[in-house]
């Protein structure tokens, strides 16, 4: 029997047991939340012909339906990593799920353009707060490696299942319901997410809490904003227009100040210490460049399968599923492997995989080739992505104390969501240069080679550098006397 009253000599393994499933609910809580933050990033997408019949929506209104909710989110990401540290994961998590939830309902019932921008700026918000605060409470609920090298894996991939039917979800919602479900359908999930976390997540709390850095706050939001706002706008202006040189200009002057502000200040938001870690910069540089080459590809990748195939939203979903499933199970099995292969391996593995499925995928597609190839292509593109995602977040972790995991995974989804608008902005500007959209295809396949191929070395440095300075720490053997 497994009843613990039966068991009255182990009353240790019934808390063993009550403990394990808390930490269960704990990681599903936190990842439906982020589920939702991710889910909305793409099913927004779907039903952005409705928006432009219901409120007459113009193509730019349309974009800044996507963008408010993309630059908010990750111009203030970091900040909410921040927050996650300084004011308890719990409580943060819990506040900025609420915001996104109000936030949603607001899109829902938004009667106008501007009202629905407005309500997805909030939207970003919210999820900036959550997200990072998500990732915390796993590092913090999990203290054995291997179990948190496998919850992380879980965690990235609920977002992966997020981002694989948010566009067939999307669909089936519009057709069924209206495009306002897109948006209300948070609603009822977030306040059941809200209500578990009230219930089994535990709050943390830090022996020593850092001063507020509100220069640093303001500058990293600044650069960040900046840097978005011209990866978003760069695809339809143009790299020589005044509005896009005059972002990248704040990015980089903002950039400037933060280092002058952490470089003085005695408690900084960021640590620069944590850049003389060259784990810690090779594993953030790596996830960069990865949602590079990725979201640059799936941009393309979109267009190219409704504008050359002739498919319509819901079937291009269909027929990016084999990527997205693999990405999906390919994160459960990279948590089951990172205790053998390590960390650094599996991204190795994972990264020189995906180097050469991605071009092979957009050849094979450009060349007609049979479907199965394609699939196959796909497959291992998404697995090989998959590897690499949940050993870096663990190695990231890793590299930082406890209580500063708020900030570590802020910088590293901040990096990573500056990476995917810079992808997509490359993509864009591609598909406007380039005759065709096989050929953008190419080209956008071959620098998510170039980018992935970059991530290999810098997976493949860590790798050396750990396993130099496990060497390092190794105590010598005496010689043998004669």
């Excluded at 535990?202 to 904003?225: C, K, P």
């Excluded at 502000?261 to 784990?279: G, K, Q, S, Y």
């Excluded at 990405?327 to 995989?353: C, E, W």
């Amino acid at each position: 029997m497994t009843d613990c009253a039966a068991q009255p000599v182990t009353p240790d393994r019934c808390a063993e047991r009550r403990e394990a499933t808390r930490r269960r609910l704990t990681l599903a809580c936190v990842a439906s939340g982020m589920f939702m933050a991710v889910l909305d990033t793409t099913i927004v997408n779907v039903a952005l012909p409705a928006m432009r019949a219901h409120l007459g929506a113009s193509v730019a209104g349309l974009a800044w339906i996507v963008d408010a909710y993309t630059l908010s989110f990750a111009a203030l990401i970091l900040a909410g990593g921040v927050a996650s540290d300084r004011f308890g994961a719990k409580a943060v998590y819990l506040w900025g799920l609420a915001l996104f939830v109000a936030a949603s309902a607001g899109c829902g019932l938004a009667p106008s353009v501007g009202t629905l921008v407005a309500a997805r700026f909030v939207q970003g918000i919210g999820a900036a707060l959550f997200l990072p605060a998500s990732l915390a409470i796993v590092r913090a609920t999990f203290d054995d490696p291997a179990q948190r090298a496998r919850a992380i894996a879980a965690w990235a991939g609920i977002a992966s299942v997020a981002a694989a039917i948010g566009p067939v979800a999307g669909g089936l919602l519009v057709d069924a319901f209206g495009w306002r479900s897109a948006f209300l359908v948070n609603v009822p999930t977030g306040i059941a997410a809200l209500a578990g976390a009230l219930m089994v997540v535990r709050a943390t709390i830090h022996a020593h809490t850092r001063r507020f850095d509100l220069g640093g706050q303001i500058a990293s939001t600044v650069a960040l904003a900046a840097l978005c706002f011209a990866a978003i706008e760069l695809p339809t202006r143009g790299i020589g227009a005044r509005e896009v040189l005059g972002a990248i200009a704040i990015a980089i002057v903002a950039t400037g100040v933060l280092i002058a502000i952490e470089r003085r200040i005695a408690e900084p938001m960021v640590p620069l210490a944590w850049f003389r870690n060259t784990t810690f910069v090779a594993m953030n540089v790596s996830g960069t460049l990865v949602y590079v080459g990725y979201f640059g590809l799936l941009f393309v990748l979109s267009l190219y399968l409704h504008g050359v195939r002739g498919l319509d939203a819901r079937h291009t979903g269909l027929a990016m599923l084999p990527m997205a499933v693999t990405l999906s199970l390919g994160n459960v099995l990279a948590g089951k492997l990172q205790g053998r292969a390590g960390a650094a391996r599996l991204m190795t593995i994972g990264l020189a995989l995906a180097t050469i499925a991605g071009p092979a995928m957009a050849a094979a597609l450009d060349l007609h080739a049979a479907w199965w190839l394609v699939v196959a292509a796909m497959a291992a593109f998404g697995t090989g992505t998959a590897l690499s995602v949940p050993p870096m977040i663990a190695t990231v972790l890793e590299q930082v104390p406890a209580e500063s995991a708020g900030v570590a995974s802020g910088l590293l989804n901040a990096l990573r969501q500056a990476g995917s608008l810079l992808g997509v902005a490359f993509a864009g500007a591609a598909t406007l240069l380039c005759a065709h959209l096989s050929t953008a295809l190419i080209v956008v396949g071959a620098m998510a080679g170039v980018t992935y191929a970059g991530s290999v070395l810098l997976a493949a440095r860590a790798l050396y550098a750990g396993a130099k300075d496990r060497a390092d720490r190794t105590p010598h053997a005496r010689p043998q006397s004669q």
